[in-house]
């Protein structure tokens, strides 16, 4: 890791299985969960279930812009969700339609319920996760500290 610095932080794990009903919007019940559970390093342990609607930033986007975002309307199997959950969270997902073809990028909104999200939360229990702007990258990007 030529360049990174970072200070390991040794964590017990929570782990809270929970499960959204069709209709809602999962980012939002996701959102809606850890603030009522008042986590504070919340992440997707695994995800499966279905939306039909999902918009998604795709690779590339420029910082600031809202630029190479797509909304999908249809039936899809979610096939991963990934990432972080603290402040407006920072999640990435693949989803797969009726062929089997594949697409994913990062959560932007409207992940609209279909049949069912079955997830798994976890969370580092002496930790806390905040986004601060990175001046290298430019986007809001994870820092972990240890809880005090």
């Given at each position: 890791m030529s360049?990174?610095?970072?200070?390991?932080?040794?964590?017990?794990?929570?782990?809270?299985?929970?499960?959204?009903?069709p209709d809602e919007d999962l980012k939002e019940c996701l959102k809606r969960f850890v603030q009522d559970a008042d986590l504070k390093a919340p992440f997707i342990l695994t995800c499966c279930g279905s939306l039909k609607r999902a918009k998604i930033r795709l690779a590339d986007a420029e910082v600031g812009k809202d630029n190479k975002t797509i909304t999908l309307d249809g039936r899809y199997e979610i096939i991963s969700l990934v990432g972080t959950l603290n402040g407006n969270g920072h999640l990435h997902i693949s989803l797969a339609d009726d062929k089997g073809q594949l697409i994913g990028g990062h959560v932007v909104s409207d992940l609209i319920i279909y049949t069912t999200a079955e997830v798994v939360i976890g969370e580092c229990n002496d930790t806390l996760f905040s986004r601060d702007t990175c001046d290298k990258s430019g986007w809001d990007e994870l820092v972990v500290t240890k809880k005090n």
């Open positions: 360049g990174t610095k970072y200070q390991p932080i040794k964590s017990n794990l929570q782990v809270y299985p929970v499960r959204f009903l």
